[in-house]
């Protein structure tokens, strides 16, 4: 399925009747669906574009909201390890909506991130939070990882 971000070389292999994609930041084979297709790719961009370091993202994130178990898609943390950004993803059939949004900021109640990320595959947000002024403004594209950790 072709989406709005780089190709890339991704492994994907049947697990029995089942196909399943390697996830290189969870080390191991999951199994594919439109949104992890979608997750992906959009880390692999995050990664090869965006120059996000591997080792400062993960994919699948348990939280504890309200003693709810929630997971956050991904989630990168800055250099001294605190939340930095929170990805959403989407299936690309599905359209990102005030939900999509409403979703991410619950989660970032409890991580408290700089900035939110919501991606269909085929259209991308990007969200600063100013906590201190109690606003966010929505970002032209996505930026660098150098860009906003060193804010």
């Known amino acids: ?63 504890n909201q309200n003693c709810i178990k929630r997971r956050c898609d991904t989630l990168v943390a800055d250099r001294q390890g605190q939340p930095l950004v929170i990805i959403e993803y989407k299936a690309p059939d599905i359209e990102i909506t005030q939900q999509v949004f409403d979703q991410i900021v619950r989660y970032n109640m409890v991580l408290h991130a700089r900035y939110l990320m919501v991606s269909n595959g085929m259209t991308h947000y990007c969200c600063q939070i100013d906590y201190e002024h109690n606003t966010y403004t929505f970002m032209t594209d996505i930026p660098c990882y150098n860009d906003i950790a060193t804010m």
């Not at 971000?5 to 290189?24: A, H, T």
């Open 1 to 63: 399925m072709p989406l709005n971000l780089p190709e890339f070389q991704i492994k994907v292999k049947k697990n029995g009747s089942r196909p399943v994609v390697y996830d290189c930041l969870r080390r191991r084979f999951v199994a594919l669906t439109p949104e992890e297709w979608v997750r992906q790719h959009f880390v692999n961009y995050l990664i090869e574009e965006k120059q996000f370091p591997p080792a400062l993202m993960a994919n699948e994130v348990s939280l």
